[in-house]
């Protein structure tokens, strides 16, 4: 059974630190996509890969965010100077592009900022 | 950009009770999907509908992508089907935005 993976599962740090959370989509997927889940805002968009180059990252804070994809097998989204408005829940997706609904999600990352 | 509504924000049924969940969207669609967010969080993916009528189980959905709308039936329910159904829509581009969800508690 082909799963999205995502690590660590919990976080907890405190303001200021950096944060990063590591995706690895399935094989053979070649979009990935970064989700932040809040009670206030719901399911946001903040970044997507097509053949690990970066097509949409309009709803990510440039300021203090970046994604990227090393490799096909690792995604990465960083946070740096963390904020307590950053505590939310990120999920991570991978699909087909010929085929939309193939796409899985990841079991999420749980951020919580001091 | 695209609005998505979903009704209603909540429903509690008892168990063995049929319902019908609706998302409602502000423009035309390449893709609609909708999704089960268990109570430990985990988002899984039910139907890829952009039109039509599909059934998977118990569960099925209906697309009337002219009237903008689609609808997600569920039969004889069972509190494994407790959670969150979120509907998510693309227009142009690859943004797949989200409605704010049905919180279902069946009940035993």
């Known amino acids: 059974d082909a799963r999205v993976t995502q690590t660590p599962r919990h976080k907890v740090t405190e303001m200021g630190q950096e944060v990063t959370m590591r995706c690895q989509p399935i094989l053979g997927h070649n979009t990935v996509f970064w989700y932040r889940q809040t009670m206030m805002q719901g399911l946001e968009l903040l970044a997507y890969?097509?053949?690990?180059?970066?097509?949409?990252d309009s709803g990510m804070p440039k300021d203090r965010f970046s994604a990227e994809m090393p490799d096909a097998t690792l995604a990465t989204l960083k946070i740096q100077p963390s904020e307590p408005r950053d505590s939310a829940v990120y999920f991570c997706?991978?699909?087909?592009?010929?085929?939309?609904?193939?796409?899985?999600f990841g079991p999420g990352t749980r951020l919580t900022v001091l | 950009g695209i609005q998505v509504e979903q009704s209603p924000p909540d429903l509690i049924l008892q168990e063995g009770a049929n319902s019908t969940l609706r998302c409602n969207f502000s423009d035309s669609v390449n893709n609609l999907q909708w999704f089960h967010q268990n109570p430990w969080g985990q988002l899984i993916n039910l139907f890829y509908i952009p039109s039509g009528t599909k059934q998977n189980g118990r569960l099925s959905a209906t697309t009337v992508a002219t009237e903008r709308y689609s609808l997600l039936y569920i039969s004889s329910s069972q509190t494994t089907d407790s959670g969150v159904y979120f509907c998510g829509v693309k227009a142009a581009g690859n943004k797949l935005t989200f409605g704010g969800g049905t919180r279902v508690l069946v009940k035993p």
């Open positions: 890969f097509r053949n690990r180059a970066p097509l949409d």
């Open positions: 997706a991978s699909g087909l592009v010929t085929y939309p609904g193939d796409m899985l």
